[in-house]
Nanobody
């Protein structure tokens, strides 16, 4: 599975962005998909994930602001980010996996990352 993330950019606090992650291959629908982020000097963290049945999980820091969705016909997963805050600034990575640990997707494949910068 190859993943190509896009949609990052610079936005003011309170603004919105939508990230997209296009996947290659015919088995996309069998994978759980997730978005992770890594801010400078911090560890990579799970932001949101969606399993192959459409159930979603979110980090507490983004609940109510971010929405993950998937379109299996387009082999694409999305992350709609609203009410963005400066602390959301990070490189965002999409990931695909088939296993979960403590409610977090275990990534087998990673996209290349897309920068999100939120100015105050």
């Amino acid at each position: 599975v190859q993943l190509q993330a896009s949609g990052g950019g610079l936005v003011q606090a309170g603004g919105s962005l939508r990230l997209s992650c296009a996947a290659s291959g015919r088995t996309f629908s069998s994978y759980g998909m997730g978005w992770f982020r890594q801010a400078p000097g911090k560890e990579r963290e799970s932001v949101a994930a969606i399993d192959r049945f459409g159930s979603t999980m979110y980090a507490d820091s983004v609940k109510g602001r971010f929405t993950i969705s998937r379109d299996n016909a387009k082999n694409t997963v999305y992350l709609q980010m609203n009410s963005l805050k400066p602390e959301d600034t990070a490189v965002y990575y999409c990931a695909a996996g088939r296993t979960w640990r403590d409610g977090v997707l275990v990534a087998d494949y990673w996209g290349q990352g897309t920068q999100v910068t939120v100015s105050s």
